[in-house]
């Protein structure tokens, strides 16, 4: 389990963990603010497409030879990070990096769905599902130690570092876990997706954790704007109030593994989603009655958060039971849906002139389209029962 938390955080770590790092590298290679921002898009695009071809690839030759063939990958791509001698050479590192870190993510869920039984997969996908929420806010941190301290090529020799340790382990300890090999046929590829989107509960499930798990994405573009540019607090703060997801997240997830074997999981979905949308609107609410301070907007963003880490396990878990012979694929579409919701959401957010009034509304649809999904995917559960 060690092994799919390390190989799984890396994937989202390595996203966040530069963006820090970004004005120092663009004066050391002469880019602008605008081209090293696609450092961060490209490895967004690289890792959701890379989760859509480690799925059904591993339902193919196995769950091992994949994630060896992602992880290689990353490694090779974080050395060529580190010796860029320009923009280009550093934007085409990025996007082989996130097409590597892909595996970890996608692969982690399906080994776990193939290994812990039935009682237990929620437990164990709530850990793996943490990482997804807590790296956005963690990996700041660390990039930003290391850039102020070491240069923002001290980022890629962490990265290097853990690349390497993540192959040596997984090559010596991760056995097989997938014993229902299928042929790998490209048109099979689209098939398996088409029957998986086209079944309304996986199609629900996935939608709606996409949508609870991305909510935090608005607020992470909106927080410097927010923090600095409305509350007047100095820049080093933002890191921290990025790094509150991590509380929230944490908590929620804590609660999720233990009381996975005495709730139903339609429980944490609405639940999460509930509280979710209940904290945007009262964030919208506060700014427009003039109440909301810097320890309001924590305890709303921790509150939130809490959410994500309540109904995100759960919305996983469900969505890889529905049919467990697709189950690489099955991770890596939720793991595409998740990018690209946290893609469309960080958008979204850049309109509009008041940064918390954007964040506000942006998550309200986000967290109100999770919750209709969730009702969607359970009651076609209840009528299939029925």
């Known amino acids: ?68 063939l992602g992880l290689s990958v990353y490694f090779c791509a974080g050395v060529m990070a580190l010796l860029a001698p320009t923009l280009q050479w550093l934007l085409v590192a990025r996007l082989l990096q996130a097409l590597g870190g892909a595996a970890g993510i996608a692969l982690g869920r399906a080994i776990v769905r193939d290994t812990a039984e039935p009682a237990r997969v929620t437990r164990e996908l709530a ?72 079944h309304p509960g996986f199609a629900g499930y996935m939608l709606g954790g ?28 933002i890191g921290w109030f990025a790094a509150s997801t991590i509380v929230g997240a944490s908590l929620g997830t804590f609660l999720t593994r233990r009381l996975s074997s005495r709730w139903p999981a339609e429980r944490f979905l609405f639940l999460g989603a509930g509280l979710g949308l209940t904290m945007a609107a009262t964030l919208l609410a506060f700014h427009a009655m003039g109440w909301l301070t810097p320890g309001w907007l924590l305890a ?27 189950a690489g694929s099955a991770a890596g579409l939720y793991g595409f849906g998740q990018m690209a919701m946290g893609a469309i ?32 995917a359970h009651a076609y559960g209840a009528g299939a029962q029925r």
Request: glycine content about 10%; charged content about 5%; aromatic content about 8%.
């Open 1 to 68: 389990m060690w092994l799919l938390v390390l190989v799984t955080f890396s994937g989202t770590m390595a996203m966040h963990i530069f963006v820090p790092a970004l004005p120092v590298a663009g004066a050391a290679l002469g880019a602008s603010a605008a081209s090293m921002q696609q450092t961060i898009t490209l490895y967004v695009i690289g890792l959701a497409l890379g989760q859509l071809i480690y799925g059904p690839v591993s339902d193919a030759v196995g769950r091992r030879p994949a994630l060896l």
């Open 127 to 198: 850990l793996l599902n943490l990482l997804t929420l807590a790296g956005p806010g963690l990996a700041p941190i660390v990039g930003a130690y290391l850039a102020d301290h070491f240069g923002w090529r001290a980022i890629y020799v962490f990265l290097v570092a853990i690349g390497s340790a993540m192959l040596v382990c997984t090559w010596r300890l991760l056995p097989e876990t997938n014993g229902q090999l299928r042929p790998l046929r490209v048109a099979s590829i689209g098939r398996d997706y088409r029957q998986l989107l086209g």
């Open 210 to 237: 996409a949508c609870i798990t991305s909510a935090l994405y608005p607020y992470l573009a909106s927080v410097p704007y927010i923090v600095h540019g409305q509350m007047g607090l100095p820049i080093s703060a």
């Open 300 to 326: 709303i963003t921790i509150t939130m958060t809490f959410g994500a880490g309540l109904a995100s396990p759960a919305a996983l878990g469900s969505s890889l039971a529905v049919m467990p012979a697709l």
């Open 345 to 376: 959401g960080t958008l979204l957010v850049g309109h509009g002139d008041d940064p918390v009034v954007s964040c506000a509304v942006t998550q309200m649809c986000i967290t109100g389209l999770a919750l209709a999904s969730f009702r969607m």
